[in-house]
């Protein structure tokens, strides 16, 4: 007889090997990819600005609003959408959108496989949107761009899915940190969005690509904070009332924006005409919208400087904020390349701008930074993201408490009203469900012996095969399959109608003891202590429905369990989380006391 089973040693917090460390030292070289990356988009994107309003092939810091084009500026976005349509029909229609839907989809469906032509295409139509005045940030491609650099290079090691998964999002978070100079930021966003977990295997190798990139960045003297910002505001009752009133404010334009994307999205899909012109709609409209507010193009990081300085006037805001999120919106529906971050930052600070006048009193451009925050945290489903990328972003960390109390609340508005986030919606309009609520298996918290069966019904080894064939068909016989056991108690196997069936088949005689039939077949038991983590693996292996549960000590049956009774654990789980208990019932017992004193 052989059992197949292994002790409790094994046991730890965590899973997680030394093999995490070549996965980080992989991420290294990941990260300093994603850095390349990153600043290639970044003077592509300028480069490409320069030649489409200004004529110049050069890197210079120009301003779209001092562009010499006039009403001829209108025509720009709309040739830059045309190269962007070309590009998605006849290179790859993955660089069509923001970047991290595609990337979300690519490590759930995908094996997290992304082809070099995403790590080409990405940055080079991102730069061609954005630089032809199109509302868009680079962090969206820059994201789909690392993640692709980091596929490319797992791809070429021997690793498995989850570590290829794991080195696609280190080269996204690096990439965002080459962007924005927020690492911790980057890290929170994995957590929060790309790794669909939270274990050590992943979030260390992601870390290190985040500090690295950080690292590099520093050292090639890119700026950090980019958005630098030193005001604040004392806590008190007044002022944790405008932070959640900042937030759910927030909250219904990320509801807003998001619906209006997807309506613009649902109306292109209704035009007769190939989607490879959609993009072209769009960019006209971003024209016309350019005309009217031309602040409203491109990636806006002067906007937020100026709302951050407390110099945007709540009627320029409310122009900025009606314009910017028309025109983001039909041009992102057009299936155009671009990100979301950045119109989001600015849209949400041109709110906080226009609210400004009747919160309470604080420093200049403390409710805009507010706002900007909710709004990315409210949109994307992901406030620790926003609460440390708005800190970092401004290099202050004295807003902390009022940032995630605003993206606290813009986050409960948005799960309360709203489905999908902008960037799960796209995945779900697809076929594809997404949880993004992670909680602890309740299979790896819960014992054999909380769900056994103790009474355990068995049948001798002594009983012959024609004696198993007639009490397995018994009209009285209650269950499918029964342990064998020996005069000791130790299990010899397990009998149902299929390994009737198969000893008959194979002529075995009909006095043939079950001893005798089970001599040398290897069993697979099951132990009280041991989780049921391990046991579902036991039962799939086994091709088993049933296991004996025997001590460890003596191995003798002390119990039985089945799929049944692991499935009632997940039921059990169900109901905690449904059936509501009050615990704590002083006044009815009090109530119950009287009436039965006082029966009249």
């Known amino acids: 007889m052989k059992s197949a089973h292994a002790g409790n040693g094994h046991l730890r917090d965590f899973t997680t090997d030394p093999r995490v460390l070549i996965i980080a030292a992989i991420a290294v070289m990941v990260a300093t990819a994603g850095l390349f990356a990153g600043i290639v988009l970044l003077k592509l994107i300028r480069l490409a600005t320069n030649i489409a309003y200004f004529g110049q092939f050069s890197l210079a810091d120009l301003k779209l609003e001092d562009s010499p084009l006039g009403l001829a500026a209108v025509l720009v976005p709309v040739i830059g959408a045309l190269i962007i349509g070309l590009m998605a029909r006849f290179g790859s229609e993955k660089i069509r959108g923001h970047g991290i839907p595609e990337a979300i989809e690519a490590i759930l469906l995908g094996r997290s496989r992304l082809d070099a032509k995403v790590a080409v295409l990405k940055p080079l139509s991102s730069a061609i949107s954005i630089g032809s005045g199109g509302p868009f940030g680079a962090e969206g491609p820059i994201i789909m761009t690392g993640g692709a650099i980091g596929s490319l290079i797992a ?9 290829r998964k794991t080195l696609l999002v280190a080269g996204a978070a690096a990439g965002m940190t080459t962007v924005f100079g927020t690492p911790i930021a980057a890290i929170m966003l994995a957590v929060e969005l790309l790794l669909f977990e939270w274990t050590p295997r992943s979030f260390i190798p992601v870390a290190v690509a985040a500090i690295v990139a950080e690292v590099e960045r520093t050292l090639l003297h890119m700026p950090s904070p980019i958005f630098p910002f030193s ?9 944790l009332g405008g932070w959640v009133l900042v937030g759910i404010a927030a909250g219904l334009l990320s509801g807003l924006l998001t619906q209006l994307v997807y309506a613009c999205e649902d109306a292109f899909l209704k035009l007769p005409i190939h989607w490879m012109w959609w993009p072209m709609i769009g960019g006209l409209v971003v024209g016309i919208g350019g005309l009217i507010e031309p602040h409203a193009l491109g990636v806006g990081y002067d906007n937020i400087a100026n709302m951050l300085d407390g110099r945007t006037v709540a009627t320029a805001a409310l122009l900025l904020l009606v314009v ?10 057009s299936g155009t390349s671009g990100g979301v ?4 930052l600015i849209m949400g600070g041109a709110m906080g701008a226009v609210l400004s006048g009747i919160l309470p009193e604080a420093s200049p451009g403390f409710w805009p930074l507010l706002a900007m925050a909710a709004t990315m945290g ?7 993201t926003a609460t440390f990328f708005a800190t970092e972003l401004t290099g202050n960390t004295h807003v902390l408490v009022p940032l995630i109390a605003a993206c606290a609340t813009a986050h409960a508005v948005t799960v309360l009203l709203m489905k999908r986030s902008i960037l799960t919606e796209k995945v779900a309009r697809r076929g594809h469900h997404l949880v993004r609520e992670y909680r602890v298996d309740p299979f790896a918290l819960t014992r054999v012996n909380e769900v056994m069966t103790t009474t355990v019904e068995s049948v001798p080894a002594t009983m012959t095969l ?5 009490f397995l068909t018994a009209p009285d016989t209650r269950h499918p399959s029964f342990p064998v056991i020996d005069e000791a108690g130790h299990v010899l196997g397990v009998i149902d109608p299929p390994a009737i069936l198969r000893w008959r088949r194979n002529g075995k005689h009909r006095k043939a003891t079950l001893r005798e039939l089970l001599a040398g077949s290897k069993i697979t038991l099951a132990y009280p202590d041991e989780y049921l983590e391990a046991l579902s693996d036991k039962l799939l292996t086994a091709n088993v429905s049933h296991l004996p549960v025997v001590s460890r000590e003596e191995e003798r049956l002390i119990g039985y369990i089945g799929w049944k009774d692991v ?6 789980k169900q109901a905690e989380e449904r059936d509501r208990t009050a615990l704590l019932s002083f006044g009815a017992k009090r109530k119950a006391q009287q009436s039965i004193s006082d029966p009249a």
């Not at 005001?231 to 002022?239: C, K, P, T, V, W």
């Not at 971050?341 to 989001?344: D, E, G, R, T, V």
């Not at 024609?466 to 007639?470: F, I, L, N, T």
């Not at 499935?567 to 059990?572: I, L």
């Open 155 to 163: 791809q070429m090691l021997p690793v498995s899915d989850n570590e």
């Open 231 to 239: 005001g604040a505001m004392d806590a008190s009752i007044a002022g």
């Open 324 to 333: 910017k999120a028309i025109i983001w919106a039909v041009a992102l529906g």
């Open 341 to 344: 971050l950045a119109p989001l």
């Open 378 to 384: 409210g949109t994307m489903r992901a406030p620790l």
């Open 466 to 470: 024609h004696g198993a064939a007639s």
């Open 567 to 572: 499935m009632r654990v997940r039921s059990k």
